[in-house]
């Protein structure tokens, strides 16, 4: 047994030794070796090293896969404006060519340079841009096309979803700032109330009435001094309550932009922005 | 070939025996006591007892804060929920706005202060176990706006 030990360890280290023939078989900096490591780290999803990898390769030898695959790894990097260039870089006579400029536009949407996407759509009305284009309306300002000609670009089945987007876009459920201000003004933590903060109405409408009465019942008692103290604080939080509708509202509209943008980031990563998804790694 | 295995065992040995000589374990820190302060540290230590102002409202702001502080909150300990506390609020308020507007930002956040509902619903967390509630949120200016959800914990003001 120990001499079958010996022997499985020893025949091995003759049999294949490391020597100067075998390092050259595998040469490890040898183009095909270096994409092959490159999409190995690709698939692992170590893009930082995979794109150091792929820009060696391409250092020696000219291919667009290789260039669009760094363009992806910045891409899922985070770094927009980096995978952008990359996708540019991509030939006109590729085959790549048409999913490049699709991942181009979307790295421009990614990186929040609407107005720049606007201006191609309206330059080169390229077909990859038509649907990103209608989405950049829903994070500026600028007035909504109709309805109609917003949705046609989109799939059925997109189309109820960006429907409900444009909805929202286009009629908030904002609460009006003057209308809090206006109910707290005549009741006490009537404007909280109506910004569906009861708790925060109902502690404003106690503070205010309770020392309002406090005040009233001590002038009656002909105690003027603790009178006019009650009758300060309860100014204090009569104040308090109006100017605290006012904030209230737009922190209340706040909720209602970042629910809004949050749900639609959502819904445009899970749609991969409308750009294809490749799957190098089959 | 007795002789050659016992030589073979030999070898091993040496080998194991240089292994642990050359690689011992050098975690002897991982075991041993650890030092770990249970102080907790005081807001008061971090507070500006200062009169300075760049103005009479803040002036006086700040004459009202510290004489709650040093009379009230040193004594009465760190109690308020929210980050940052209640006074602090006020004087930052004051800071960022005037000595009017500030008092109504204090009047509003001390309302809300004793609404003891649905604050974690409301409020997102600071990494101190308080409600993160700056008064930037209050000074009417929508563009000083961003809006925090409350499931998120804000690490640092």
Redesign the interface.
């Known amino acids: 047994m ?2 079958v030990l ?1 022997l499985l360890i020893s025949v091995p280290i003759i049999l294949y030794p490391q020597n100067e023939i075998t390092i050259g078989y595998f040469n490890i900096n040898s183009p095909d070796n270096i994409k092959k490591f490159a999409n190995f780290l690709f698939c692992e999803k170590d893009y930082l090293r995979a794109i150091f990898e792929y820009q060696k390769y391409i250092s020696i030898v000219d291919d667009d896969t290789s260039a669009f695959k760094i363009g992806l790894a910045y891409s899922r990097l985070g770094n927009f404006q980096k995978s952008a260039e990359w996708f540019k870089t991509i030939k006109e006579n590729s085959k790549l060519r048409s999913y490049s400029n699709q991942e181009y536009y979307a790295s421009l949407f990614r990186n929040k340079e609407y107005y720049l996407l606007k201006k191609i759509y309206k330059d080169e009305k390229p077909n990859e841009l038509q649907k990103l284009y209608y989405l950049t309306y829903f994070f500026t300002n600028d007035s909504l096309p109709p309805i109609i000609k917003f949705i046609q670009s989109f799939a059925d089945n997109d189309q109820e979803s960006i429907e409900n987007f444009y909805e929202l876009k286009k009629n908030p459920a904002y609460k009006n700032e003057l209308t809090a201000i206006l109910l707290s003004t005549i009741i006490p933590g009537a404007g909280k109330i109506y910004l569906k ?4 109405g ?3 409408f106690i ?1 205010t009435s309770l020392f309002g009465y406090l005040a009233y019942s001590n002038f009656n008692a002909k105690h003027n001094f603790r009178g006019w103290l009650f009758s300060g604080i309860s100014a ?2 009569y ?6 509708s ?2 209230a509202t ?2 209340y509209n ?2 209602i ?2 629910n809004f943008y949050s749900r639609l980031n959502s819904y445009l990563e899970e749609k991969n922005y409308f750009v294809p998804e490749y799957d190098f790694c089959k | ?1 007795n002789c050659m ?1 016992k030589y ?1 065992y030999k070898v091993i040995f040496v080998n194991l025996l240089l292994c642990m000589y050359h690689f011992p374990q050098t975690d002897y820190e991982k075991w041993s006591k650890a030092e770990i302060s249970y102080e907790t540290t005081s807001i008061n230590r971090e507070r500006e007892y200062s009169f300075k102002g760049n103005n009479a409202g803040e002036v006086v702001m700040r004459t009202f804060v510290n004489a709650y502080w040093f009379f009230i909150s040193d004594v009465d300990g760190d109690n308020c929920p929210f980050q940052p506390s209640c006074s602090s609020f006020f004087k930052e308020s004051v800071k960022m706005t005037n000595i009017f ?1 500030g ?10 202060d ?5 604050r974690y619903e ?1 409020y997102p967390r600071h990494i101190s176990g308080r409600f993160y509630d700056p008064p930037e ?4 200016d ?1 563009k000083n ?3 925090i ?1 409350p499931s998120v914990v804000v690490k640092d003001e």
């Open positions: 120990k001499i010996l903060e009861y708790g925060d109902i502690i404003a503070a204090f939080f104040g308090g309550s109006i100017y605290g006012a904030s737009q922190i706040a909720r932009d970042f | 070939m295995m073979f507007q008092t109504l930002m204090f009047a509003d956040r001390f309302t809300r004793m609404n003891f509902f649905d409301h949120l209050y000074v009417l929508k706006i961003s809006f959800p």
